[in-house]
């Protein structure tokens, strides 16, 4: 990788939602990029929190007790073994996502997509 990495350059490599991309590691985390849209499911990561920072869009973060909503430039950590599903419901959202290295977007190596590394 190399040590300037241009956002918007990388995020017109690809066009897939729910596919994130490594475009980064720092110490023993990737740093992640990502465009959803839609729905994601269910899930938790039981080992580790997840942090999310929206760039473009809007994206909520449905938790089973609330509704956190991102704005562009905000951010939010979802605890360790906490419950949620982001959601983008008025299109297409482009954000970062740090999560320790090798961490399924899903939790769940069985049914998480494969990350691969631009």
Same mark, same amino acid.
């Given at each position: 990788?190399?040590?300037?990495?241009?956002?918007?350059?990388?995020?017109?490599?690809?066009?897939?939602?729910?596919?994130?991309? $490594?475009?980064?590691?720092?110490?023993?985390?990737?740093? +992640?990029? !990502?465009?959803?849209? &839609? *729905?994601?499911?269910?899930?938790?990561?039981?080992?580790?929190?997840?942090?999310?920072?929206?760039?473009?869009?809007?994206?909520?973060?449905?938790?089973?007790?609330?509704?956190?909503?991102?704005?562009?430039?905000? $951010?939010?950590?979802?605890?360790?073994?906490?419950?949620? +599903?982001? !959601?983008?419901?008025? &299109? *297409?959202?482009?954000?970062?996502?740090?999560?320790?290295?090798?961490?399924?977007?899903?939790?769940?190596?069985?049914?998480?997509?494969?990350?691969?590394?631009?």
């Amino acid at each position: 990788m190399s040590d300037v990495v241009n956002l918007a350059a990388k995020f017109a490599t690809f066009t897939e939602h729910w596919a994130p991309r $490594i475009v980064a590691r720092y110490n023993d985390n990737d740093i +992640r990029i !990502v465009k959803v849209e &839609g *729905e994601f499911v269910w899930h938790s990561h039981p080992e580790t929190d997840d942090f999310f920072l929206v760039l473009e869009g809007v994206l909520d973060i449905e938790l089973r007790d609330r509704t956190v909503t991102l704005n562009p430039g905000e $951010i939010f950590v979802v605890p360790r073994g906490v419950e949620h +599903r982001p !959601v983008a419901r008025h &299109g *297409e959202v482009k954000m970062i996502v740090i999560e320790p290295a090798g961490t399924p977007n899903t939790g769940d190596t069985a049914t998480a997509t494969q990350v691969e590394a631009l």
